[in-house]
């Protein structure tokens, strides 16, 4: 049988393959699992002993680095030396190049590699590697070689009034060293899962700088501190991990009882009605999101476990640990709109597509990061079909509510039924459009979309040909005000 292969398909380490065929779970996903929890013990031990009062900067960055280069060897074996050969590559352009070119000559050099990585998956394995190959660490590396490289652009090349306010914050004023550059690529906290975080931040945590830092943002006396309270983030990491343990849960249970590929099986669509196709496609593509939860959750409570991604006070006096959070899940399943479903999934990495395309972009912005959010993904077929079904999904879905909300917001009953009726079209029209994304391949994406009758395509091309499309009532006088009112759309394309 096939299926009794499944657990040696792994370049990694064999060490765990008894534990594997024990739990009847690919021997890939063992080794990812193990080592996210070693790095999560690893992470209460580099906070607690090796913290910035009794560690130097250089053995913090070391043992960090070290210890991601051990994780990504024992997960992807010789594969990881694609990982390492990037980021050595990247260092040489990052050293070498004029500051006018570094950026660019950064992206050319770490999205061509990635690519060539991409096409070897689709037309070398045939669609082998799909659970936790190599490929993963190097989309979260391309994005951390590109923000440093810009950022380092923008504070040796750029002047101050040439950046937003944002750049400003983040550029930094010297190329990183040798040891700085692999730390903040290829430490253990972020080596597997991410998510990517600035350069800035970073360095500032590895210094002891990060929590300070954060807490000077804002005036926080008078939540009753006289000094610079120390925030402890064992609450959110307990919160963090009871979201994984039940993700994980959730994944192993009905994720393999309901299978994303029958949505395209030819006998299911034959013999069950419209209906039928429509709510299991829904149930499955609930079934497909505690993965995400878990490995984006499980890696945030490990950046915190060292102490990383302290994001200030609330305003109620509470301390955030939520600086490099990839998602909120309660947003996520009771949103009510696709922008507000957008903007909570995969958070990490939209900031990355507007630090690096969308707000630098000389024209044409949503296009540019349309076609960089594309390519970063991969060259699955499927992939372009869910970016590209989105783009009208996402213009039809702000028309209508730009013409229709404000007649249900007079009274609670109203704004109660309107809630409930975009919270299920918003939940039909995210499985629908992202069904492709798990399907991967063009001809189970045609039969599940000609199962639907194409409905949201032609839903939505309707609504934008009928709707007058209304402009906001007001537009922002400030740059980064612009970038935020566009960000939902933006964070369609990832």
């Known amino acids: 049988m096939a299926e009794s292969n499944i657990p040696f398909r792994t370049t990694g380490s064999k060490l765990l393959h008894p534990v594997s065929e024990l739990l009847g779970v690919p021997l890939d996903q063992v080794n990812f699992l193990a080592c996210q929890l070693c790095a999560l013990l690893a992470a209460f031990w580099f906070r607690l002993y090796l913290s910035p009062n009794k560690a130097s900067t250089t053995i913090r960055h070391a043992v960090a680095t070290l210890l991601g280069a051990y994780f990504a060897i024992f997960c992807f074996g010789w594969y990881s030396l694609h990982i390492f050969t990037m980021v050595s590559i990247c260092y040489c352009i990052m050293l070498k190049a004029s500051i006018e070119n570094l950026h660019r000559y950064s992206v ?42 810009f950022q380092v652009h ?3 090349c750029k002047k101050d009034e040439e950046l937003t306010s944002e750049q400003q914050r983040l550029a930094v004023k010297a190329r990183p060293t040798l040891l700085e550059y692999l730390s903040y690529n290829l430490n253990f906290l972020s080596i597997l899962a991410g998510p990517c975080s600035n350069y800035k931040d970073y360095i500032a945590f590895i ?13 926080w006396k008078p939540n009753g501190y006289n000094r610079l309270p120390e925030p402890s983030p064992a609450g959110a990491i307990v919160y963090k991990l009871c979201i994984t343990t039940g993700s994980l849960i959730l994944f192993l249970s009905l994720t393999k009882a309901l299978p994303i590929v029958y949505i395209a099986d030819d006998k299911f669509i034959n013999e069950a009605s419209f209906l039928a196709r429509l709510s299991y496609a829904y149930i499955a593509m609930q079934a497909a999101r505690p993965k995400y939860y878990f490995a984006w959750t499980l890696a945030d409570a490990i950046n915190n476990a060292a102490g990383y991604g302290f994001n200030g006070i609330d305003t109620q ?25 957008i903007d909570n999934w995969n958070i990490q990495t939209a900031a990355w ?6 707000d630098r972009a000389p024209h044409s912005r949503t296009a540019f990061t349309f076609f960089l959010s594309a390519v970063w993904h991969g060259v699955y077929p499927g992939y372009y079909f869910t970016f590209i079904t989105a783009v009208p999904i996402t213009l039809a879905a ?9 007649h249900f917001l007079s009274s609670r009953t109203k704004k109660f039924i309107y809630d409930i009726i975009t919270w299920a079209v918003t939940q039909l029209s995210i499985c629908y459009t992202v069904a492709p994304f798990l399907l991967l391949a063009v001809e189970p994406t045609f039969k599940f979309y000609k199962s639907m009758f194409f409905c949201f395509h032609i839903l939505s091309i309707l609504v934008l040909l009928v709707l007058p499309i209304k402009p906001n009532t007001v537009k922002s006088q400030v740059h980064t005000s612009s970038n935020n009112k566009e960000n939902g759309y933006i964070r369609a394309l990832n």
């Not at 060539?116 to 391309?142: A, E, K, W």
């Not at 210094?207 to 005036?219: P, T």
């Not at 702000?398 to 404000?406: C, D, G, I, Q, T």
Request: glycine share 6%; net charge positive.
């Open 154 to 156: 923008d504070g040796l």
């Open 353 to 358: 597509l507007k630090r690096v395309c969308y």
């Open 207 to 219: 210094e002891g700088r990060h929590i300070a830092m954060k807490l000077l943002e804002r005036n």
């Open 317 to 341: 006096g509470q301390f955030r640990w939520d600086l490099i959070s990839n998602l909120n899940i309660w947003n996520i399943e009771t949103a009510t709109s696709f922008k507000m479903y």
């Open 108 to 149: 050319i050099a770490a999205m061509g590699y990635l690519i060539l990585c991409q096409l070897s998956r689709v037309y070398i394995f045939n669609y082998g590697l799909l659970s936790t190959d190599f490929s993963g660490p190097l989309m979260i590396i391309t994005q951390k070689i590109t923000t440093v490289a």
């Open 398 to 406: 702000r028309a209508m509510r730009n013409n229709f909300r404000h």
